[in-house]
């Protein structure tokens, strides 16, 4: 397959999947069904046709209002479509066709869900981890005994190390991201596992910094971790490997 064509159809993939995230973002920290009640607006409740769901497209044409009742439609649906699609994008490119690519895929749109979850609600559902966990756990197996043995260590790992954070943190971590830290492991193994944790606090602390002082607000205002998280988690998707040879190499010598 031409590697422009291969790309492209990721990319379609991403949107489609981006759009289906919409659903769950809105609806599983609601409590609600994913399957039903149909597709909606959540302004009139009106419910919403074919034409209204095409990724990206419907949001352009018809300029980001309900077609029934001329409400507007956050901007948050066309982001979170547009980033799944290139997030998909970068991955395939990044690591080519294999099963370790279908589970990055997976691990990407769980936190894409868990970080605008996060940053609405301040929680990751745990119907979001229990799935990361269902694909992951067999996803690893598929790869492969080292493999499934590398994912174990790195969710050990993840997660022991969020749980000591949240220990001493007395409620400054939530169960959520220790939940989290530990189905990133299964996917990333330990060591871009603790590329992921690194990257994760470094922008934890340069952003909490910035918006302290935008904000006016103290260093010890609580904000959600989430977001951080999987930032860390999907650089180290993408540099993990670069990251740690660029280190190995800087003690080697």
């Not at 990721?10 to 659903?23: H, K, M, R």
């Not at 944790?197 to 609580?222: I, Y």
Request: proline share 5%; charged share 10%; glycine share 14%.
């Amino acid at each position: 397959m031409p590697a422009g064509y291969y790309l492209f159809v990721f990319f379609i993939l991403g949107l489609c999947i981006g759009s289906f995230l919409n659903v769950c973002i809105y609806r599983l920290p609601r409590g609600m069904s994913l399957l039903a009640p149909p597709s909606h607006c959540p302004a009139c409740g009106a419910r919403l046709g074919p034409l209204d769901l095409i990724p990206v497209v419907s949001y352009l044409f018809l300029r980001g209002r309900c077609r029934h009742c001329n409400g507007a439609i956050s901007p948050r649906y066309l982001l979170v479509e547009l980033l799944t699609g290139a997030g998909f994008l970068l991955i395939a490119r990044e690591h080519g066709p294999h099963v370790h690519t279908a589970g990055l895929l997976v691990l990407f749109s769980v936190l894409v869900a868990a970080s605008f979850i996060d940053l609405d609600h301040r929680i990751i559902p745990d119907r979001l981890i229990l799935f990361a966990l269902a694909a992951g756990i067999p996803l690893a197996a598929l790869q492969g005994a080292e493999v499934l043995k590398d994912g174990f260590w790195g969710s050990v790992l993840g997660g022991g190390i969020l749980l000591i954070v949240a220990l001493f943190s007395r409620g400054g971590m939530g169960g959520g991201d220790v939940k989290l830290a530990f189905a990133i492991g299964w996917y990333l193994g330990w060591q871009e596992t603790l590329v992921a944790l690194f990257l994760a606090f470094v922008l934890g602390a340069v952003l909490g910094v910035l918006w302290a002082l935008r904000t006016g607000r103290t260093l010890k205002t609580a904000i959600p971790f989430g977001p951080f998280l999987s930032s860390g988690a999907m650089l180290a998707v993408l540099t993990g490997d670069k990251l740690i040879s660029w280190y190995l190499n800087l003690w080697g010598g």
